[in-house]
């Protein structure tokens, strides 16, 4: 058995490295254009789109690729009803997208001014309203590669959706600075999906057949997925703009500037372990095998992440001096107290796919209530005496709590075996 078959998530994350590479690099070039076209203003109006558009892309594929894998995991040797499963999902989820289409359209003037300060940007708002549906066919597409283990169409899918997002990116920012910049967000998962069509071989027939008992999968995941939806990019939202109106939009464009260096080295994690667990822990019935995966992920992937964040901090002027103008010096000095929370984000996840997966409502639920009114409320408190630096303690504490919270909540995993999840 080489290494590679031996430590599988290894392999899933090796896998996925080049297309996170080719992600990273761009994503570094694409924050250095915003720096210097756009400056800290720029950054947190974009900020405070980027999170609206994740709010509601995120409502519009509630519980789909929870529910789809594991339905796909339920019925490996059928295509036919693999394809009802993806008929059924298509035409539920492009129904709600719909809905937030016209809901978003209707309040785009006054979303608009609060969002940026000014209700001419409500026309952007109103490009991504329409063109919300791609997201979730685009969704659909990936999580039907995802459930199959197609990781290098995936990786393929992700590498060509980075390349032509950067080049049309750079391109509207240079023509047209701030609303460039929003048109291109707006555009984005338009074009995502036209990649991902492009990878797709005739694999499924799908149809617009609803067949209503899948419903009772799909409900599980909703609750779950609608709080965090909802929380995390409303709670950003909410801090931005409370920099903003407590301070200036150059403190926010600060604040935005680390989260946006965090995500480089995050989604190689988050991508490679949504790849991995979500399969891997749906196929599981025993805690005794849950914590055979734990042991694995905290003495393979967690040393591995440090070293990661580790390198960061060394490098953290030269990534900066690439990714940043001279107005963004203070990032350095703030960016310790991102990696040190990200650390304790990254060790949450290991049993924060498992109540994903298992869908436990009431802990997810509780855990995300937790987290992210910890990380709001501690923001509030710290920032009037420390500024931006007590937003940044406050994501390490409220992501330090809800790590000793999951510990409390999985203490008897480690008294009792073979107990069915």
Avoid at 153 to 159: A, E, L, W
Wanted: hydrophobic share 55%.
């Amino acid at each position: 058995m080489n290494f590679f078959e031996k430590h599988k998530l290894l392999k899933v994350l090796s896998l996925n490295a080049f297309g996170v590479l080719v992600q990273f690099v761009l994503g570094i070039f694409s924050v250095r254009i915003i720096s210097e076209f756009l400056g800290p203003n720029g950054m947190a109006l974009t900020g405070n789109f980027r999170s609206f558009t994740s709010l509601f892309k995120s409502i519009s594929v509630l519980g789909l690729k929870e529910g789809l894998i594991k339905l796909f995991l339920e019925n490996t040797d059928s295509k036919e009803e693999k394809n009802s499963v993806v008929s059924s999902f298509l035409v539920f989820f492009l129904g709600l997208s719909f809905v937030l289409t016209i809901l978003i359209v209707l309040f785009a003037e006054p979303l608009s001014s609060y969002l940026f300060q000014n209700p001419v940007f409500s026309v952007y708002l109103n490009y991504f309203a329409v063109l919300l549906p791609f997201f979730v066919l685009q969704t659909l597409l990936i999580t039907i590669f995802n459930a199959n283990q197609e990781f290098k169409k995936i990786v393929g899918i992700q590498i060509s959706t980075n390349i032509l997002l950067f080049v049309s990116s750079f391109y509207f920012i240079y023509q047209q600075e701030l609303e460039g910049a929003f048109f291109a967000i707006a555009i984005a998962d338009f074009v995502s999906f036209f990649v991902a069509v492009f990878f797709v071989r005739k694999q499924f027939s799908f149809s617009f057949k609803f067949q209503s008992h899948y419903l009772k999968t799909i409900s599980k995941f909703i609750g779950m997925a609608l709080v965090s939806a909802i929380l995390i990019p409303v709670t950003a939202i909410l801090i931005r703009n409370y920099i903003i109106d407590n301070s200036s939009l150059y403190n926010a464009g600060i604040w935005e500037a680390i989260t946006r260096i965090s995500g480089f080295y995050m989604m190689f994690f988050s991508a490679g372990l949504s790849l991995y667990y979500l399969p891997k822990l749906s196929a599981l019935k025993t805690d005794d095998e849950f914590k055979t995966e734990l042991k694995y992920y905290f003495k393979i992937l967690i040393p591995v992440f440090m070293g990661v964040l580790l390198m960061v901090f060394l490098l953290k002027d030269i990534i900066i001096s690439i990714a940043l103008t001279s107005e963004f010096q203070a990032v350095s000095e703030l960016l310790i107290w991102q990696l040190i929370g990200d650390l304790f984000r990254v060790m949450t996840l290991a049993f924060g796919f498992q109540i994903l997966v298992k869908a436990m409502v009431s802990k997810y639920i509780f855990i995300e209530i937790i987290y992210n009114g910890l990380f709001l409320g501690l923001s509030f408190f710290l920032f009037d005496s420390l500024q931006v630096k007590g937003v940044m303690q406050a994501y390490v504490i409220a992501n330090a709590i809800t790590f000793f919270v999951v510990l409390l909540m999985f203490r008897k995993l480690f008294f009792k075996y073979k107990k069915r999840v």
